[in-house]
């Protein structure tokens, strides 16, 4: 599995920014993917996931109600909307799949993950 994370970007602060992830590979709409980021000096944090059906999506608190994964399994992408942008959401995201297929249930954990794209930089002005 390959991923490629793009749309990343200079953006103020109550703005909007739109991230998207291309996989190649094995079958993508198998698998659940997820969002995480990581600021300058601080360790990596789970901020999204969906299942491979597109049925269930889970949320860190801190993006909760301004952050919207998607997935499109025809064209084998997910995408993170972001609104209402702080200062704070500054960091590079990386998309990350969970290939055990089918799996039930979205984990929070950058360890239940096992590919990962090189990330997208994303910086919010104040």
């Known amino acids: 599995v390959q991923l490629q994370a793009s749309g990343g970007g200079l953006v103020q602060a109550g703005g909007s920014l739109r991230l998207s992830c291309a996989a190649s590979?094995?079958?993508?709409?198998?698998?659940?993917m997820g969002w995480f980021r990581q600021a300058p000096g601080k360790e990596r944090e789970f901020v999204a996931a969906?299942?491979?059906?597109?049925?269930?999506?889970l949320y860190a608190d801190s993006v909760k109600g301004r952050f919207t994964i998607s997935r499109d399994n025809a064209k084998n992408t997910v995408s993170l909307q972001m609104i209402s942008l702080k200062p704070e959401d500054t960091a590079v995201y990386y998309c990350?799949?969970?290939?055990?297929?089918?799996?039930?249930?979205?984990?929070?954990?950058?360890?239940?993950?096992?590919?990962w794209g090189q990330g997208t930089e994303v910086t919010v002005s104040s």
């Open positions: 590979g094995r079958t993508f709409s198998s698998y659940n």
């Open positions: 969906i299942k491979w059906s597109g049925g269930s999506t």
């Open positions: 990350a799949a969970d290939l055990r297929y089918y799996r039930t249930s979205l984990k929070p954990f950058s360890d239940e993950y096992n590919y």
